[in-house]
């Protein structure tokens, strides 16, 4: 907050300062009877508006905005500011002696890694770039192919959708995507300007902060379906709450449907990802069973990850209860009765009914995560068949067929989940392209522990995407009305 205060500060003295230099130039223009001088104060206020515009470039690099020159942008106070030129010239011209002069040219320049013109990504492989590709198109697909579906019983659900072999939300059999997937992206993106901390604290702390910088703008954006407890907690952002201290209390799955994509990227590394889950959770949502049920996501994800054998739905118990021990006794519980109900081979569908979601999968975390692992661990490699069986379910269909997308998605990369689904997901300005260049990108940064910059998106066609969504999200609803239960 002092931050802001401070940039906010600087911007206001540049102004009145450049307004106090404009009067004083024109009196002595006047006084001189045409003759330029230069202002008595001719540097200040441009130099502070220099480094405003410094330390507001990289906020609104995270927020989707980049300046295509930042070394305009950066001196362009000095330019506004009158009586300066001479001093902008001298600037400029030591700037291009050192790039010029630089082996490295341009890389040298801290501030130029802002620019539209980064550095192509090669194409040699990344160790987790498949599995991080394919959690969050796994996302997208199991989150569009639910959409229609979201708050519907199975029986209403089947009298509106009797086949259900493809999107239902858009004509034509295309689909879009909602909040789960916008969630998991922005962890990307989070997690790609975040990555170089070794330490596990200073990595969740700045995690935290960016994601929380994510989360406020992304309110702006009039997002549709946004859960009660994120929207409070986001409103406690803006009014000045730090993220580690914005969540509220609540059991909503809100957690669940983001961490799946850090246990692929740092499941491993036992310190950063109960660093990383609880950030993720506890700038939302802090009761602990949201975080428990979180970091139960994050695990499978870590499992599904690991190759394309069979999973042990055993080893995913011990996994748990070494990484969580006595402080998830409910969760483990909760996860025994799925293993036991898995191994039985009874169908999601009598498990659901036998919990207390025979109408459809609430939005409670242990409601949400135990169907998740449910279907997860029958159909761990069967994308198709995981999230039909999934969204058959009612409820909540398009958080609970983003996880389990998520995780089978983890498995099976992208090459698994079905071609035609993918082309027929219409998304801007996320599209699948970026989308997968965005995985590419975190899986770069994942592998060589550095930090980066984020996939930029214009915030304005956010806000376009979202209004037209949001009219389609309404058409459904009187849809709805039309059909009787």
Not at 47 to 71: H, K
Not at 114 to 140: D, H, M, N, V
Not at 281 to 307: K, W
Request: proline share 5%.
């Amino acid at each position: 907050m002092l931050f802001w205060i401070l940039i906010v500060l600087a911007w206001l003295f540049f102004i009145l300062g450049s307004i106090a230099n404009l009067q004083i130039v024109w009196s002595l223009f006047k006084a001189n009877k045409g003759q330029h001088t230069s202002s008595m104060v001719p540097l200040v206020p441009g130099l502070v508006g220099s480094l405003a515009v410094y330390f507001t470039l990289p906020q609104l690099s995270r927020w989707g905005y980049e300046a295509s020159s930042p070394l305009l942008w950066i001196f362009l106070p000095l330019i506004l500011d009158i009586g300066t030129l001479p001093y902008f010239v001298l600037a400029c011209f030591g700037m291009i002696k050192q790039v010029v002069s630089s082996k490295e040219g341009i890389a040298r320049v801290p501030f130029l890694r802002y620019s539209r013109q980064r550095p192509k990504i090669e194409s040699a492989p990344f160790s987790k770039e498949p599995a991080i590709t394919g959690c969050i198109l796994g996302t997208a697909v199991g989150d569009a192919m639910g959409l229609a579906c979201e708050g519907l019983s199975r029986e209403k659900q089947m009298k509106m959708f009797p086949k259900l072999a493809g999107y239902k939300f858009l004509p034509f059999g295309k689909g879009m995507t909602s909040d789960d997937s916008e969630h998991t992206c922005m962890v990307a993106q989070s997690l790609i300007e975040t990555t170089g901390y070794v330490n596990a604290d200073a990595f969740a702390k700045k995690f935290a902060s960016n994601f929380g910088w994510r989360l406020r703008f992304w309110l702006l954006g009039l997002p549709a379906g946004i859960g009660s407890a994120t929207l409070r907690a986001i409103l406690k952002l803006w009014i000045g709450f730090t993220a580690r201290a914005s969540g509220v209390f609540s059991g909503g799955n809100g957690p669940a449907m983001r961490v799946a994509l850090i246990g692929v990227c740092y499941g491993a590394d036992a310190p950063r990802l109960q660093a990383l889950v609880r950030a993720a959770t506890r700038v939302t949502h802090t009761d602990p069973r949201a975080e428990h049920g979180a970091m139960g996501i994050a695990l499978a994800a870590h499992l599904a990850a690991q190759g394309q054998g069979p999973i042990d739905p055993q080893k995913y118990r011990e996994l748990l209860a070494a990484r969580m021990g006595s402080d998830a006794i409910e969760l483990i519980k909760i996860v025994d009765e799925v293993i036991v109900s898995v191994v039985s081979g009874e169908p999601a569908s009598v498990y659901a009914e036998r919990i207390g979601c025979g109408n459809g999968i609430t939005g409670y975390i242990y409601h949400t995560v135990p169907i998740a692992l449910h279907v997860w661990l029958r159909h761990h490699s069967d994308y198709r068949e995981a999230v039909l069986k999934t969204v058959r379910l009612g409820g909540d269909t398009d958080t609970v067929a983003a996880i389990v997308g998520a995780l089978v998605g983890a498995r099976v990369g992208v090459e698994g989940i079905p071609s035609e689904w993918l082309r027929d997901l219409w998304e801007w300005p996320r599209t699948k392209e970026w989308m997968k260049r965005l995985g590419t990108r975190l899986a770069e940064h994942v592998d060589q522990e550095t930090c980066g910059g984020n996939l930029p998106l214009n915030p304005l066609k956010l806000f376009l995407r979202n209004i037209i969504f949001l009219s389609i999200v309404l058409a459904h609803g009187f849809r709805r009305l039309l059909v009787r239960s």
